[in-house]
T-cell receptor
Framework: DAGVIQSPRHEVTEMGQEVTLRCKPISGHNSLFWYRQTMMRGLELLIYFNNNVPIDDSGMPEDRFSAKMPNASFSTLKIQPSEPRDSAVYFC????????????FGQGTRLTVV | DQQVKQNSPSLSVQEGRISILNCDYTNSMFDYFLWYKKYPAEGPTFLISISSIKDKNEDGRFTVFLNKSAKHLSLHIVPSQPGDSAVYFCAAVKSGTYKYIFGTGTRLKVLA
C-alpha cells in the first residue's frame, strides 16, 4: 500500500482565495483525521471521520474551514477565504477503527497564504 | 486547553547516551498512549505505544514508561544514535473515541 496520500505537497495562495487540500487514506482504514501543525500548538486535531461520517469537528478553527469525505477513499479540507494565519502544515491521517492502534500520517501539505 | 503537554521543546544528547523525552497529560480518561517521530518535510511515523493497563513497553532501543498516578509518560532511547534526531510527539487517546490528542513535540538532537 502507498500509505496516506496528500496533495498538493505545497500550496501558495493569496489571502482571500479558496484553498482545497486533498487526502487519500490507506485502503481498508475507516477513520480519517485532519491535523494542523503549528509551532505553538503542535499537532492540532481539526476534524475526524469514522466510516465517512464526521464525528468530531470541534477543532475546526472557524466557519472558513470545512471538510468532507464523500467516500471511503477521499477527503478534502477547504479553507474559504484563506488568511495569512492559516499558513501551516496540514496532515491527513487514517487508522482502523475498532482497536487501539496507531494512526498513519501522510506527508502533509505546506500551506502559505500571502 | 492543552490536554497533552511536552514541556521541553528541545533536547540535546551525546551519541551512545540515553535520551529521555517526557510527556504529561491532564485527562484521566486517556487509556492509550503513543509516541511518534517526525523528520523534516515528512509526516509523523508511529514509534511505540502503551496501554494504560501496563506501566512499561519495550521495543528494541525504545522503551515507554507510564505513571498513571502522575499522569506522566516518558520515552527512553538507549543508546541514542544520530539518526534518532527528529521531533518526537506524544499522543493520548480515550478508547472508543479514536480522537488522538498530540503534544507540541520535543526536538531531539543526537550529537555525534
Amino acid at each position: 500500500d502507498a500509505g496516506v496520500i496528500q496533495s498538493p505537497r505545497h500550496e501558495v495562495t493569496e489571502m482571500g482565495q479558496e484553498v482545497t487540500l486533498r487526502c487519500k487514506p490507506i485502503s481498508g482504514h475507516n477513520s480519517l483525521f485532519w491535523y494542523r501543525q503549528t509551532m505553538m500548538r503542535g499537532l492540532e486535531l481539526l476534524i475526524y471521520f469514522n466510516n465517512n461520517v464526521p464525528i468530531d469537528d470541534s477543532g475546526m478553527p472557524e466557519d472558513r474551514f470545512s471538510a468532507k469525505m464523500p467516500n471511503a477513499s477521499f477527503s478534502t479540507l477547504k479553507i474559504q477565504p484563506s488568511e495569512p494565519r492559516d499558513s501551516a502544515v496540514y496532515f491527513c491521517a487514517s487508522s482502523l477503527f475498532g482497536a487501539n492502534t496507531e494512526a498513519f500520517f501522510g506527508q502533509g501539505t505546506r500551506l502559505t497564504v500571502v | 486547553d492543552q490536554q497533552v503537554k511536552q514541556n521541553s521543546p528541545s533536547l540535546s544528547v551525546q551519541e551512545g547516551r540515553i535520551s529521555i523525552l517526557n510527556c504529561d497529560y491532564t485527562n484521566s480518561m486517556f487509556d492509550y498512549f503513543l509516541w511518534y517521530k517526525k523528520y523534516p518535510a515528512e509526516g509523523p511515523t508511529f514509534l511505540i505505544s502503551i496501554s494504560s493497563i501496563k506501566d512499561k513497553n519495550e521495543d528494541g532501543r525504545f522503551t515507554v514508561f507510564l505513571n498513571k498516578s502522575a499522569k506522566h509518560l516518558s520515552l527512553h532511547i538507549v543508546p541514542s544514535q544520530p539518526g534518532d534526531s527528529a521531533v518526537y510527539f506524544c499522543a493520548a487517546v480515550k478508547s472508543g473515541t479514536y480522537k488522538y490528542i498530540f503534544g507540541t513535540g520535543t526536538r531531539l538532537k543526537v550529537l555525534a
